[in-house]
């Protein structure tokens, strides 16, 4: 079974910096999508960055460009989000997320990838 195991969450000051590791288990085919969606209260949950190891091609969304960064360790199947100056606009519930699928590498880093499996989340709060 497919299984994303997000750590790495807490508390900070705006300026800071965290970094998100994502665990997964269960894929079996050697290009996946996979990402960070975020969602804060009273919000919908948007896509913060994907990242198609296929190709290592990537998606950000602007408001991270130039802040965030995301990476993978394929030996170790962990997905990676580094978050430098944080901002309070920054504190939301982080999801990893993948897909995996012949065809995900068409559509993964278009800004409209959806996700078809989730991690449970970790909660970034930044402070002003």
């Known amino acids: 079974a497919v299984q994303l195991v997000e750590s790495g969450g807490a508390s900070v000051q705006a300026g800071g910096s965290l970094r998100l590791s994502c665990t997964a288990s269960?894929?079996?085919?050697?290009?996946?999508?996979m990402g960070w969606f975020r969602q804060a209260p009273g919000k919908e949950r948007e896509l913060v960055a994907a990242?198609?190891?296929?190709?290592?091609?990537?998606y950000y969304d602007d408001s991270v460009k130039g802040r965030f960064t995301i990476s993978t360790d394929n030996a170790k199947s962990t997905l990676y989000l580094q978050m430098n100056s944080l901002k309070p606009e920054d504190t939301a519930m982080y999801y990893c997320?993948?897909?995996?699928?012949?065809?995900?590498?068409?559509?993964?880093?278009?800004?409209?990838?959806?996700?078809?499996?989730w991690g449970q989340g970790t909660q970034v709060t930044v402070s002003s």
């Open positions: 997320a993948a897909e995996e699928g012949p065809i995900v590498g068409r559509y993964c880093t278009s800004g409209n990838w959806r996700a078809s499996d």
């Open positions: 269960g894929y079996t085919y050697s290009g996946n999508c």
């Open positions: 990242v198609y190891t296929g190709a290592a091609t990537t």
